[in-house]
């Protein structure tokens, strides 16, 4: 199952029931998502469709270097979503509203954003409108919310971060 939501254009997401040995692989996602409980057979992955990693929640929720560096012991990094759709995806599947995301910007290179490895960011999730507007003068760190970028301040609040492992 994993194997074919890999090799399938736009699959981010896929649920295998152990008992049926059923691979369900969504085709479309709403605004709107309503979960039930899923049998104890059921099992749901999520991917990345870039590269194959898994894109989980962070241990705990914290400030900006904090989740940071629990991803990094967990053997990985803070993640940027390729797109505001994936964005949204992670959002209802994960069931929070905000996150930490893998892209920064240095104080002295405004205009600028990195991912984690240090790239300059060429792909990224939509802005919010309105954004960024380093409106403290201070926001060199971003969130996702509800599949769009926001610009903030690191110590604005504790939240939860989305790590690539």
Known sequence: CSAVCQNTSGCW??????????????????????????????????????????????????????????????????????????????HHALGKGRFWTGMYREPSMNSIWYTMDEHVVSQRPDWQSGQPDDNSGNEYYTILRKGFLHDVDEYQDQIFGLCEI
């Not at 998502?33 to 999520?46: D, G, K, M, N, V």
């Open 13 to 90: 997401i896929f649920t295998w029931d152990t008992a049926t040995l059923i691979c369900s692989l969504p085709t479309s996602i709403q605004s709107e998502i309503t979960t039930e409980t899923a049998s104890p057979t059921l099992q749901t992955y999520y991917i990345s469709s870039m590269d194959g990693k898994a894109i989980i929640m962070s241990p705990s929720q914290g400030y900006w270097q904090q989740v940071k560096t629990d991803c990094e012991n967990m053997q990985g990094s803070l993640y940027l979503p390729p797109d505001s759709a994936y964005a949204l995806v992670l």
